[in-house]
Protein backbone atom coordinates (compact mmCIF):
# COMPACT_ATOMS: atom_id res chain seq x y z
CA UNK A 1 0.00 0.00 0.00
CA UNK A 2 1.29 3.19 -0.87
CA UNK A 3 2.20 5.65 1.75
CA UNK A 4 0.55 9.06 2.18
CA UNK A 5 2.91 12.53 2.49
CA UNK A 6 2.58 14.42 5.43
CA UNK A 7 3.27 17.91 5.33
CA UNK A 8 5.50 19.31 7.40
CA UNK A 9 4.93 22.89 8.54
CA UNK A 10 7.53 24.15 11.28
CA UNK A 11 6.69 27.34 12.95
CA UNK A 12 10.07 27.44 15.21
CA UNK A 13 10.43 30.87 14.52
CA UNK A 14 7.02 32.24 14.98
CA UNK A 15 5.31 30.50 17.88
CA UNK A 16 8.44 28.91 19.22
CA UNK A 17 9.67 32.22 19.04
CA UNK A 18 6.59 33.81 21.04
CA UNK A 19 8.57 32.11 24.15
CA UNK A 20 9.89 34.57 26.61
CA UNK A 21 13.63 35.10 26.14
CA UNK A 22 13.79 33.23 23.33
CA UNK A 23 14.01 36.28 20.43
CA UNK A 24 16.01 35.07 17.54
CA UNK A 25 18.03 37.55 15.64
CA UNK A 26 18.16 38.57 11.79
CA UNK A 27 20.91 36.04 11.27
CA UNK A 28 19.90 33.68 13.46
CA UNK A 29 16.99 33.68 11.72
CA UNK A 30 17.77 33.22 8.40
CA UNK A 31 20.31 30.14 9.57
CA UNK A 32 17.75 28.34 11.29
CA UNK A 33 15.56 28.85 8.29
CA UNK A 34 18.36 27.35 6.01
CA UNK A 35 18.82 24.66 8.42
CA UNK A 36 14.86 24.03 8.49
CA UNK A 37 15.19 23.57 4.69
CA UNK A 38 18.15 21.42 4.65
CA UNK A 39 16.06 19.20 6.95
CA UNK A 40 13.85 18.68 4.37
CA UNK A 41 10.58 21.07 5.81
CA UNK A 42 7.82 21.62 3.68
CA UNK A 43 5.96 25.04 5.00
CA UNK A 44 8.36 27.41 7.15
CA UNK A 45 5.82 30.12 8.88
CA UNK A 46 8.97 32.75 9.63
CA UNK A 47 6.95 34.94 11.29
CA UNK A 48 3.98 37.54 12.15
CA UNK A 49 4.81 40.46 9.71
CA UNK A 50 2.53 43.35 11.07
CA UNK A 51 3.86 42.49 14.45
CA UNK A 52 6.99 44.51 14.44
CA UNK A 53 8.85 46.21 11.39
CA UNK A 54 11.79 43.31 12.90
CA UNK A 55 9.46 40.54 12.07
CA UNK A 56 8.60 41.82 8.78
CA UNK A 57 12.06 42.14 7.51
CA UNK A 58 12.92 38.54 8.83
CA UNK A 59 9.72 36.90 7.05
CA UNK A 60 11.30 39.16 3.82
CA UNK A 61 14.93 38.19 4.42
CA UNK A 62 13.56 34.07 4.99
CA UNK A 63 11.60 34.62 1.71
CA UNK A 64 14.83 35.75 0.10
CA UNK A 65 17.08 33.23 1.47
CA UNK A 66 15.15 29.87 1.05
CA UNK A 67 14.40 28.59 -2.17
CA UNK A 68 12.49 25.07 -1.86
CA UNK A 69 10.16 25.28 1.42
CA UNK A 70 6.79 27.49 1.16
CA UNK A 71 7.19 30.51 3.42
CA UNK A 72 4.22 31.64 5.50
CA UNK A 73 3.54 34.92 6.91
CA UNK A 74 0.97 34.54 9.66
CA UNK A 75 -2.03 37.58 10.38
CA UNK A 76 -5.16 37.90 11.73
CA UNK A 77 -8.67 38.33 9.93
CA UNK A 78 -7.57 41.97 9.59
CA UNK A 79 -7.12 43.94 6.35
CA UNK A 80 -3.83 45.72 7.48
CA UNK A 81 -2.35 42.65 8.60
CA UNK A 82 -3.33 40.70 5.65
CA UNK A 83 -1.40 43.35 3.42
CA UNK A 84 1.38 43.74 5.20
CA UNK A 85 1.49 39.94 5.39
CA UNK A 86 1.18 39.94 1.53
CA UNK A 87 4.14 42.93 1.47
CA UNK A 88 6.84 40.82 3.49
CA UNK A 89 6.09 37.27 1.06
CA UNK A 90 6.92 39.59 -2.18
CA UNK A 91 10.25 37.96 -2.38
CA UNK A 92 8.72 34.32 -1.54
CA UNK A 93 8.95 31.34 -4.49
CA UNK A 94 6.05 29.86 -2.62
CA UNK A 95 4.04 32.09 -0.55
CA UNK A 96 1.26 31.43 1.99
CA UNK A 97 -0.48 33.72 3.90
CA UNK A 98 -1.90 32.08 7.55
CA UNK A 99 -4.94 33.83 8.12
CA UNK A 100 -7.67 33.50 10.55
CA UNK A 101 -9.59 33.91 14.04
CA UNK A 102 -11.17 32.54 16.76
CA UNK A 103 -14.14 30.59 16.77
CA UNK A 104 -15.03 28.63 20.21
CA UNK A 105 -17.99 30.59 22.34
CA UNK A 106 -14.54 31.60 24.69
CA UNK A 107 -13.42 33.56 21.76
CA UNK A 108 -16.23 34.67 20.10
CA UNK A 109 -17.94 36.55 23.27
CA UNK A 110 -14.60 37.07 25.69
CA UNK A 111 -12.16 37.72 23.31
CA UNK A 112 -13.76 39.24 20.43
CA UNK A 113 -16.97 40.15 21.78
CA UNK A 114 -19.01 39.81 18.84
CA UNK A 115 -21.41 36.78 17.63
CA UNK A 116 -20.72 33.53 15.16
CA UNK A 117 -22.14 35.25 12.30
CA UNK A 118 -20.00 38.18 12.66
CA UNK A 119 -17.01 35.83 12.97
CA UNK A 120 -17.82 33.94 9.98
CA UNK A 121 -18.41 36.65 7.77
CA UNK A 122 -14.65 38.24 9.06
CA UNK A 123 -13.24 34.99 8.12
CA UNK A 124 -14.83 34.79 4.78
CA UNK A 125 -13.51 38.13 3.93
CA UNK A 126 -10.17 37.48 5.40
CA UNK A 127 -9.69 34.74 3.30
CA UNK A 128 -10.84 36.33 -0.07
CA UNK A 129 -8.38 39.44 0.52
CA UNK A 130 -5.79 37.54 1.28
CA UNK A 131 -6.29 34.86 -1.71
CA UNK A 132 -6.29 38.50 -3.78
CA UNK A 133 -2.63 38.78 -3.18
CA UNK A 134 -1.29 34.57 -2.89
CA UNK A 135 -2.71 31.82 -4.13
CA UNK A 136 -1.66 29.39 -1.11
CA UNK A 137 -3.81 30.99 2.29
CA UNK A 138 -4.17 28.86 5.31
CA UNK A 139 -7.35 29.45 7.56
CA UNK A 140 -6.77 28.91 11.25
CA UNK A 141 -9.80 28.67 13.27
CA UNK A 142 -8.19 29.68 16.53
CA UNK A 143 -9.39 27.60 19.37
CA UNK A 144 -11.04 25.14 17.48
CA UNK A 145 -10.10 22.44 20.05
CA UNK A 146 -13.08 23.68 22.19
CA UNK A 147 -15.03 24.86 19.51
CA UNK A 148 -18.67 23.34 18.96
CA UNK A 149 -18.47 20.78 15.85
CA UNK A 150 -21.42 22.17 13.83
CA UNK A 151 -20.17 25.69 13.88
CA UNK A 152 -16.97 25.03 13.11
CA UNK A 153 -18.12 22.88 10.40
CA UNK A 154 -19.94 25.63 8.71
CA UNK A 155 -16.97 28.40 9.08
CA UNK A 156 -14.39 25.60 7.53
CA UNK A 157 -17.14 25.07 4.61
CA UNK A 158 -17.03 28.81 3.99
CA UNK A 159 -13.32 29.56 4.56
CA UNK A 160 -12.95 26.91 1.51
CA UNK A 161 -15.48 28.76 -0.71
CA UNK A 162 -13.71 31.61 -0.13
CA UNK A 163 -10.46 30.04 -1.59
CA UNK A 164 -8.79 28.69 1.35
CA UNK A 165 -6.23 25.88 0.39
CA UNK A 166 -5.42 25.35 4.01
CA UNK A 167 -7.46 24.67 7.27
CA UNK A 168 -6.37 24.77 10.22
CA UNK A 169 -7.64 23.37 13.39
CA UNK A 170 -5.55 24.28 16.59
CA UNK A 171 -6.21 23.06 20.11
CA UNK A 172 -5.30 26.54 20.96
CA UNK A 173 -4.64 25.30 24.94
CA UNK A 174 -3.76 21.79 24.72
CA UNK A 175 -7.26 21.08 25.68
CA UNK A 176 -8.16 18.25 23.86
CA UNK A 177 -8.00 14.43 24.26
CA UNK A 178 -5.89 12.26 21.52
CA UNK A 179 -9.87 10.64 20.79
CA UNK A 180 -11.49 13.90 21.10
CA UNK A 181 -9.00 15.93 18.81
CA UNK A 182 -9.16 13.22 16.23
CA UNK A 183 -13.21 12.83 16.12
CA UNK A 184 -12.73 16.07 15.26
CA UNK A 185 -10.90 15.83 12.81
CA UNK A 186 -12.83 13.32 11.39
CA UNK A 187 -16.22 14.77 12.22
CA UNK A 188 -14.84 18.05 9.53
CA UNK A 189 -13.34 15.40 7.07
CA UNK A 190 -17.18 13.93 6.96
CA UNK A 191 -18.78 16.67 7.64
CA UNK A 192 -17.90 19.60 5.45
CA UNK A 193 -18.99 18.96 1.57
CA UNK A 194 -16.02 20.64 -0.13
CA UNK A 195 -13.17 19.49 2.51
CA UNK A 196 -11.45 17.36 -0.41
CA UNK A 197 -10.99 21.01 -1.75
CA UNK A 198 -8.48 21.72 1.39
CA UNK A 199 -5.51 20.33 3.41
CA UNK A 200 -6.74 20.01 7.24
CA UNK A 201 -3.66 20.83 8.99
CA UNK A 202 -3.07 20.01 12.86
CA UNK A 203 -1.91 22.90 15.56
CA UNK A 204 -1.61 20.95 18.92
CA UNK A 205 -0.04 22.93 22.42
CA UNK A 206 1.14 20.88 24.87
CA UNK A 207 -0.31 22.56 28.05
CA UNK A 208 -1.32 18.99 29.01
CA UNK A 209 1.16 17.07 27.53
CA UNK A 210 -0.82 15.82 24.85
CA UNK A 211 0.62 17.62 21.49
CA UNK A 212 2.01 14.90 20.24
CA UNK A 213 -0.37 12.25 20.49
CA UNK A 214 -3.20 15.14 19.86
CA UNK A 215 -1.26 15.90 15.98
CA UNK A 216 -0.82 11.80 15.49
CA UNK A 217 -4.46 11.31 15.58
CA UNK A 218 -5.44 14.48 13.38
CA UNK A 219 -3.33 12.35 10.68
CA UNK A 220 -5.05 9.20 11.36
CA UNK A 221 -8.31 10.95 11.27
CA UNK A 222 -7.48 12.73 7.87
CA UNK A 223 -5.21 15.45 8.44
CA UNK A 224 -2.10 15.73 6.01
CA UNK A 225 -0.55 18.27 7.93
CA UNK A 226 1.43 18.77 11.04
CA UNK A 227 2.29 22.31 12.56
CA UNK A 228 4.92 21.60 14.89
CA UNK A 229 8.16 23.19 16.23
CA UNK A 230 11.70 22.00 16.86
CA UNK A 231 11.83 20.78 20.20
CA UNK A 232 8.51 21.57 20.83
CA UNK A 233 9.08 25.06 21.88
CA UNK A 234 6.15 27.54 21.58
CA UNK A 235 3.60 29.35 23.87
CA UNK A 236 3.35 28.08 27.54
CA UNK A 237 3.67 24.37 27.81
CA UNK A 238 5.25 24.69 23.70
CA UNK A 239 4.11 22.78 20.30
CA UNK A 240 3.99 19.63 18.85
CA UNK A 241 7.71 18.66 18.93
CA UNK A 242 8.52 18.04 15.15
CA UNK A 243 11.36 15.56 16.12
CA UNK A 244 8.79 13.42 17.86
CA UNK A 245 5.83 13.52 15.12
CA UNK A 246 8.25 12.56 12.62
CA UNK A 247 10.08 9.69 14.13
CA UNK A 248 6.61 8.36 15.22
CA UNK A 249 5.82 8.59 11.93
CA UNK A 250 8.86 6.16 10.76
CA UNK A 251 8.86 3.97 13.21
CA UNK A 252 4.94 2.96 12.52
CA UNK A 253 5.00 2.13 9.21
CA UNK A 254 1.50 0.47 9.43
CA UNK A 255 -0.09 3.75 9.12
CA UNK A 256 1.33 4.64 5.80
CA UNK A 257 2.14 8.01 6.52
CA UNK A 258 5.01 9.43 5.26
CA UNK A 259 7.18 12.81 5.44
CA UNK A 260 9.96 14.36 3.88
CA UNK A 261 12.36 14.65 6.61
CA UNK A 262 15.96 13.66 6.23
CA UNK A 263 15.52 12.45 10.23
CA UNK A 264 19.82 12.23 10.60
CA UNK A 265 19.39 16.11 10.59
CA UNK A 266 17.32 16.41 13.43
CA UNK A 267 19.76 16.31 16.65
CA UNK A 268 22.16 19.06 14.72
CA UNK A 269 19.03 21.07 14.05
CA UNK A 270 17.64 20.61 17.34
CA UNK A 271 21.12 21.74 19.22
CA UNK A 272 21.31 24.65 16.71
CA UNK A 273 17.62 25.90 18.06
CA UNK A 274 18.63 25.31 21.47
CA UNK A 275 21.64 27.19 21.56
CA UNK A 276 20.10 30.43 19.40
CA UNK A 277 17.36 30.34 21.49
CA UNK A 278 19.24 29.95 24.90
CA UNK A 279 16.52 26.97 25.67
CA UNK A 280 18.29 23.66 26.87
CA UNK A 281 16.77 20.73 26.07
CA UNK A 282 15.64 18.68 28.87
CA UNK A 283 17.65 15.71 29.12
CA UNK A 284 14.70 13.05 29.04
CA UNK A 285 13.33 14.64 26.09
CA UNK A 286 12.24 11.67 23.31
CA UNK A 287 14.54 11.56 20.13
CA UNK A 288 17.00 14.33 21.17
CA UNK A 289 17.39 14.71 24.61
CA UNK A 290 20.81 14.37 25.92
CA UNK A 291 20.12 10.94 27.48
CA UNK A 292 17.28 9.47 24.64
CA UNK A 293 19.98 6.83 23.68
CA UNK A 294 21.88 6.25 27.48
CA UNK A 295 21.59 3.12 29.57
CA UNK A 296 22.78 3.41 33.34
CA UNK A 297 21.08 0.54 34.39
CA UNK A 298 22.44 -2.99 34.69
CA UNK A 299 19.82 -4.91 33.30
CA UNK A 300 19.19 -2.28 30.20
CA UNK A 301 22.92 -2.29 29.68
CA UNK A 302 23.47 -6.26 29.21
CA UNK A 303 20.34 -6.30 26.73
CA UNK A 304 21.75 -3.12 24.73
CA UNK A 305 25.38 -4.49 24.67
CA UNK A 306 23.98 -7.89 23.49
CA UNK A 307 21.49 -6.20 20.78
CA UNK A 308 20.90 -2.42 20.42
CA UNK A 309 17.07 -2.58 19.62
CA UNK A 310 16.43 -5.17 23.22
CA UNK A 311 16.02 -1.43 24.89
CA UNK A 312 16.16 1.13 21.71
CA UNK A 313 13.33 1.06 19.20
CA UNK A 314 15.19 3.79 17.42
CA UNK A 315 18.93 3.55 15.93
CA UNK A 316 20.65 6.92 17.20
CA UNK A 317 22.32 7.15 14.06
CA UNK A 318 19.01 7.66 12.26
CA UNK A 319 18.40 11.03 14.44
CA UNK A 320 22.08 11.86 13.93
CA UNK A 321 23.33 10.68 17.25
CA UNK A 322 26.78 8.70 16.83
CA UNK A 323 25.92 5.98 19.11
CA UNK A 324 24.08 5.23 22.44
CA UNK A 325 25.37 5.68 25.77
CA UNK A 326 26.75 3.05 28.42
CA UNK A 327 26.43 5.53 31.32
CA UNK A 328 28.05 3.77 34.51
CA UNK A 329 26.57 4.49 37.81
CA UNK A 330 26.15 2.43 41.03
CA UNK A 331 23.36 0.71 38.98
CA UNK A 332 25.76 -0.69 36.72
CA UNK A 333 26.23 -4.28 35.75
CA UNK A 334 29.40 -6.19 35.50
CA UNK A 335 28.82 -6.37 31.65
CA UNK A 336 28.92 -2.73 31.23
CA UNK A 337 32.04 -1.90 33.25
CA UNK A 338 33.94 -4.61 31.04
CA UNK A 339 32.14 -2.80 27.88
CA UNK A 340 33.42 0.44 28.86
CA UNK A 341 37.13 -0.60 30.05
CA UNK A 342 37.19 -2.61 26.74
CA UNK A 343 35.92 0.26 24.82
CA UNK A 344 39.07 2.55 26.78
CA UNK A 345 41.77 0.20 26.27
CA UNK A 346 41.35 -3.13 28.67
CA UNK A 347 40.30 -6.49 28.24
CA UNK A 348 39.54 -7.41 31.42
CA UNK A 349 39.65 -11.49 32.58
CA UNK A 350 37.03 -12.95 34.25
CA UNK A 351 39.24 -13.02 37.77
CA UNK A 352 40.23 -9.42 36.89
CA UNK A 353 36.39 -8.05 36.64
CA UNK A 354 35.36 -9.49 39.99
CA UNK A 355 38.57 -7.20 41.35
CA UNK A 356 37.44 -4.20 39.15
CA UNK A 357 34.06 -4.45 39.88
CA UNK A 358 34.67 -4.53 43.89
CA UNK A 359 36.44 -1.44 43.09
CA UNK A 360 34.05 0.24 41.01
CA UNK A 361 31.16 -0.16 43.50
CA UNK A 362 33.22 1.94 46.07
CA UNK A 363 34.05 4.77 43.63
CA UNK A 364 30.25 4.95 42.25
CA UNK A 365 28.39 4.89 45.60
CA UNK A 366 30.38 8.37 46.11
CA UNK A 367 29.99 9.77 42.92
CA UNK A 368 26.92 9.82 40.46
CA UNK A 369 28.50 8.78 37.51
CA UNK A 370 31.88 7.11 36.94
CA UNK A 371 34.15 8.40 34.08
CA UNK A 372 36.54 7.44 31.91
CA UNK A 373 39.41 8.65 33.98
CA UNK A 374 38.29 7.22 36.97
CA UNK A 375 38.15 4.30 35.38
CA UNK A 376 41.62 4.10 33.99
CA UNK A 377 42.59 4.88 38.11
CA UNK A 378 40.28 1.43 38.99
CA UNK A 379 42.63 -0.45 36.79
CA UNK A 380 46.16 1.00 37.60
CA UNK A 381 45.12 0.34 41.14
CA UNK A 382 43.64 -3.43 40.49
CA UNK A 383 46.74 -4.17 38.13
CA UNK A 384 49.33 -2.89 40.36
CA UNK A 385 47.26 -4.87 43.72
CA UNK A 386 47.06 -8.10 41.34
CA UNK A 387 51.01 -7.85 40.62
CA UNK A 388 52.14 -7.51 44.11
Known amino acids: MSQDRIIIFDTTLRDGEQVPGCKLNMDQKIKVALELERLGVDVIEAGFPISSPGDFAAVEAICK ?20 AAEALRYAKHPRIHTGIGTSDSHVQHKLRTTREQV ?46 VVNIPDTTGYCLPEQYGAKINYLAENVPNIHKAIISTHCHNDLGLATANSIYGVINGARQIECTINGVGERAGNTSLEEVVMILKQHPELNLETGIN ?16 MPVQPNKAIVGANAFAHSSGIHQDGVIKRRDTYEIIDPVEVGVDTSKIVLTARSGRAALAYRCKNIGYNVTKDELDVVYTKFLEVADRKKEVNDEDLHLIMEEVQIAMTV
Open 65 to 84: AVKTPTVCGLSRAVEQDIKV
Open 120 to 165: LERAVAAVKLAKSFVEDVEFYAEDAGRTDNDYLAQVIEAVIKAGAT
Open 263 to 278: TRLLNAVSRLVSESMA
